[in-house]
């Protein structure tokens, strides 16, 4: 719900067109709807105002929700003010890109919830991300090990169960393109961590420059879906995708492939 997401910016801005997305998805297999008012793309700009935020998000919630009861939907936000409405509005997870770092009030607002939580790892903010000092490919896992685990620290101290927590690395955020890879291959060590994990790898540009050479084009669909068998193999518990049928599918190869392990991995669930 934003003019200038990187991947469909201002396709959705309509919510009546959002709404009826959103069904479309959920028809072709998603399990969880992931729904946002502001876009974390690369560059420095003004950020959107709670209100603003609001205004986008809930008419598609309420929407979605009239529609579908059943549906389980996530508010993607780092603002309390947003999350607290949307949780009203029938949301049962929040989705927060700044790990609970960016808003003071989001712990002790979810703290007092029984909503799932998704802490994100990001390195600074989207308009600090081109000058921040690159890491080599022997520091990214280990960076995003100890700054994860320092987060969900603080998050629990804060009142959260544990239970309630899922954990994604923030595949793009505070990344440069080559920096993406070796978090990819070593994903499973994030499982050190003792959360449910989260990837969310879909259209991001490092896949787009390692499949064609170029990141100034789309992201071809079949390097996305390479990502997101790579990590489901690797025991990722939710996939985040924005083409969900053709995701649906190669969930349930990897997962076939899963089954014939001795130590057999939940079924992945797809949130788009």
């Known amino acids: 719900m934003t003019p200038d997401s990187f991947s469909d910016g201002g396709e959705f801005l309509d919510p009546v067109r959002a709404v009826e997305h959103g069904l479309e998805l959920l028809d072709e297999g998603a399990d969880i709807l992931d729904i946002g008012g502001e876009s974390t793309r690369p560059g420095k700009r003004e950020p959107v105002s709670a209100e603003e935020e609001k205004r986008r998000v809930l008419p598609v919630i309420e929407g979605i929700l009239r529609r579908v009861p ?39 607002l979810l703290a007092g919830q029984e909503c799932g939580c998704i802490l994100m790892h990001t390195r600074g903010r989207p308009e600090q991300w081109q000058s921040q000092e690159p890491l080599s490919s022997d520091e990214v ?3 995003v090990l100890r700054e994860l685990r320092l987060l969900s620290d603080r998050a629990v101290a804060g009142g959260m169960a544990r239970e309630r927590i899922v954990l994604d690395p923030g595949f793009g955020f505070g990344k440069r393109l080559d920096e993406n890879f070796p978090l990819l291959a070593r994903f499973a060590e994030l499982h050190r961590l003792g959360y449910p994990l989260l990837s969310g790898t879909s259209r991001k540009s490092f896949i787009g420059r ?39 599918e190669a969930a349930g190869v990897a997962d076939s492939i899963l089954r014939t392990q001795p130590d057999c991995a939940p079924h992945a669930k797809v949130i788009t």
């Open 210 to 248: 390692a499949a064609t050479g170029s990141n100034t084009v789309a992201t071809p669909l079949a390097g996305t879906l390479a990502t997101v068998t790579s990590a489901i193999l690797q025991g990722a518990h939710i996939v985040r995708v924005h083409d969900v049928r053709p995701a649906v």
């Open 70 to 108: 059943r549906a389980i939907i996530s508010v993607d936000t780092y603002k309390a003010a947003t999350a607290a409405a949307a949780l009203n509005s029938g949301v049962e997870i929040v989705n927060d890109v700044s790990g609970f770092s960016w808003d003071e009030q989001m712990v002790g």
């Open 141 to 143: 896992v280990p960076t």
